[in-house]
């Protein structure tokens, strides 16, 4: 999520409805987090929110990226500007406050 935020890309999720019980013992541990019915709700959460931003820089190009620590600051051709938290603390830019794991824009 946060990396499509830095980079103005689309969302993206793979979900699995009808699955073996044997793929939550095997090898590849990521398959709980897969299932539909328990994400469901948060990806429908993530879009909502991500919706507004995607529409104004999807068809823009990245002109400027500056990392700042654990901060991204991606600026597109058509002047949105997106401040992308990985950190674990609140960072402070000339547009607001970015939350930890969080990203903003104007």
Not at 55 to 64: C, I, S
Request: aromatic share 14%; hydrophobic share 35%; charged share 20%.
């Amino acid at each position: 999520f946060l990396n499509a935020a830095e980079t103005g890309i689309g969302l993206q999720f793979s979900v699995i409805k009808n699955y073996s019980s044997q793929l939550l013992t095997s090898e590849q541990s990521n398959f709980h987090s897969m299932l539909y019915d328990n994400v469901n709700e948060s990806i429908t959460e993530l879009v909502n929110d991500y919706r507004e931003y995607f529409e104004l820089v999807k068809d823009a190009k990245v002109v400027q990226h500056e990392i700042i620590g654990d901060i991204r600051k991606t600026t597109f051709d058509n002047e949105v500007v997106a401040y992308v938290n990985y950190g674990s603390n609140s960072y402070d830019t000339e547009i607001g406050s970015v939350n930890p794991l969080s990203f903003i824009y104007k």
